[in-house]
């Protein structure tokens, strides 16, 4: 049976809202106005490599079993929807209209699947050791998430690395590391019915007769996405300096024994937690996909770019190790930096509209 998923945010979006469509189920993605036009008259294109191919193939989503339509966030008919996937920058879910929709999506109580690298607060929610926990402030507005109900908000570990090429067209995405989204799972059981369904139809699809990489995987463990936080304190964050941001590769490889450092500490976290060490990723697989990884992050890219706000998984962790009396002063350090190079953005755009 054909599902209906909404997917807001049509970058990253289109990579899960591209395996969707090839497993025979429709994909709303919400997006800007211009870039809904475009997708609704060209369709989108993920690029990927298949295993043991050198050259990326070209999915184009007109030629997909799925039906795909884009739309802004005020055109969203909710009634239409099973499942809302969540693959926006946390910074964006402040914008009015999207907070609008936000709203109307908490009421409806639909299941939301999340594949932001920052976990949605009603998702921290669901793990006793960080109900209570004070970590609005890594949050570029709390309130958003205020009026969801933790049970039906889960996260996708968004391990697949993908990026928009910037002199190509919106509706264009290139997959550089294509690994699987690992879901834990839902509070309610019909919920995980219907990830376990949409698992397995993305498991079956085959393209010339062959495996098409980047799965959704679910598990009942609700610590496996927390797995990437590691990745992103060791590799990810670390790529923003006081000067030029550095790839993900130098990043994690310019010391590599002050990495497999910050990577253990935050792996101890999350066991502090309650994640058990099956549900992390070793040290030494991560090191080496970073090898390939030769890009500043996304994190590092927006910073660059003048974004006044990013994603803070650096200073979620920083606040979580804080409060369990385990601070690390690598981290502290990579906050600070990162703090440091966001208040010249404030600044510099402050001072440069005067």
Known sequence: ?????????????????????????????????????????????????????????????????????????????????????LAMQEPQYTNHTIRVLMIKIAEAKLPCLSIMNMPPLPYLKRIPALADMDLEEAYTNALVWERFKPGLVSLCSPDPQAFRPPEEAANILHVGLPTNFKAAAFEDEKHNQLLRELEADIDAVKLDGQDVPVKLKVFDSLFVPLAKWSMLLTGNYRCITPNEPQSIRDAVHGDLKLSRSIYEHVDGIARRLGADPVDQVPFEKYAKAAESLLKPSSAARAVAAGAPFIERVDLLVKLISHQLDAPNAEIDNTVQVVDQKLSEKIVGSGSGSA
């Open 1 to 85: 049976m054909a599902r209906n998923i909404l997917i807001l945010g049509a970058s990253y979006g289109s990579l899960l809202g591209t395996k969707l469509l090839m497993a025979g189920h429709n994909v709303t993605l919400v997006c800007r106005k211009k870039t809904a036009e475009l997708i609704n008259r060209e369709g989108t294109e993920v690029r990927i490599k298949l295993r043991d191919e050198k050259v990326h193939r070209a999915i184009f989503s007109r030629d997909l079993p799925g039906k795909l339509d884009a739309v802004t966030p005020a055109e969203v008919a909710l009634s239409r929807y099973d499942l809302v996937g």
